[in-house]
């Protein structure tokens, strides 16, 4: 079962370079991220949010290469695999587009935009849905940025534990 943990850090870049750190260390193994995301509110009190996984070019991708598959094996019948594989391709793009637009994977988009709008201005906030961590070594990369914890699907003990550890960097 995986693990929701929204950080909050001030300044509006602070999120971004923290979800870069995290990146690097799913790389050696120490977390497995299931998803991400950044949500940044800039001096005028704008919420901007930065999917980690952006579904829709996934679903245009995916959708252009079946697509052109299938089109030129229709095309093959008429005679015509690469007007058929161009069609298709542009067919299936545009599905898979309009599809992965319309999934939400992982964290509940609402919930980042309701979310997002509490965080104070000139700051920015990390969302990250946690399959395993090493929780010693991760805490110990991230202490320097000085997180606050906004909310967690965490057990209250295992949140208190939470954020007396990162109240330590500060």
Not at 88 to 102: N, T
């Amino acid at each position: 079962m995986s693990t929701l943990i929204v950080l909050d850090f001030d300044g509006i870049h602070t999120a971004d370079e923290v979800l870069n750190k995290v990146r690097s260390l799913q790389k050696e193994n120490l977390i497995d991220l299931e998803d991400a995301c950044v949500v940044e509110r800039d001096k005028d009190g704008k919420v901007h949010i930065k999917q980690a996984v952006n579904l829709t070019a996934l679903g245009a991708a995916r959708g252009g290469s079946m697509g052109a598959l299938w089109g030129a094996l229709v095309g093959i019948l008429f005679l015509n695999p690469l007007a058929g594989m161009v069609i298709g391709a542009a067919a299936g793009a545009g599905a898979g587009a309009l599809s992965g637009s319309l999934t939400d994977y992982g964290i509940n988009d609402d919930f980042v935009k309701k979310l997002g709008e509490t965080i104070p201005v000139n700051s920015s906030a990390l969302f990250v849905l946690v399959k395993n961590v090493t929780e010693d070594k991760v805490l110990a990369e991230i202490e320097p940025y000085k997180p606050r914890v906004l909310k967690t699907s965490l057990s209250n003990e295992d949140e208190a534990r939470l954020k007396a550890a990162l109240s330590k960097a500060v």
